[in-house]
């Protein structure tokens, strides 16, 4: 059976295809450091006790560092040429910040597409907390970032952000479910105009507006969503 191979603009922002067995188990390393991670915060340990999770933690970071890394510039050359495998988009996708399933850095912040909507969700823990008992406002800055990014899964073109703005409305809350909606407002030339929002327990706690600029050519929607016109205001 023929691997399937993909190019770069086959890949959807925070989507990967079916994990191999390799991938699966860097996803489930990598929940196991995010859970280490938010036990560490305050940890009420003795200092004999700390000493021997330093040593630990040290002898764990050797271990994994003999191992060596993958490199993401061969990589990333495979998926620009239209050559790269499902390991090389899990290697691109999975370790993203917030999103990647298998980074410990991340909630993980689940993002899907919906009609004309991208929608997310996410539960953010004690390493994501501003005020206490508050998601900090920079981390719902960055999930907006990668929120509204998503909105080019509806389009032809790969862009960079150009602006963001976002409106703080009420404190969003750690330990909670955390509901992320974007969609595309307009599109001029090589410029994407997209608005998103926070949301918990039905109440909105952020609104933001962004600007993506395309490096490459003008923004179209992508055939299978020309639906879509009607619904982005002129």
Known sequence: MTESLFHIRDIRVAEAPAPSPRAELHRELGRALAELNEQVLRLDASEEALR?????????????????????????R?????????????DLVDFEILTGKASPLS???????????????????????GPPGRLHGGVLGLALDILLAKTQDFVEQIGVTGTLKIRYLAGTPILKPVEFEARLVRMEGRKLMCEGSVWVDGQQTVAAE???????????????YAELEAAIRA
Request: aromatic share 10%; proline share 5%; no cysteine.
């Open 210 to 224: 962004g600007i993506w600029i395309s490096p490459r050519g003008d923004y179209r929607l992508k055939p299978e």
């Open 107 to 129: 909630p993980p912040l689940e993002l899907w597409l919906e009609g004309d909507k991208v929608k997310g969700r996410g539960t953010f823990g004690l390493a994501f907390q």
């Open 52 to 76: 021997g999770y330093i040593e630990q933690a040290r002898l764990l970071k050797s271990a994994m560092a003999a191992q060596g890394q993958r490199d993401y510039s061969t990589t990333l």
């Open 78 to 90: 495979r998926l620009l040429d239209g050559e790269g495998t499902g390991d090389d988009v899990t």
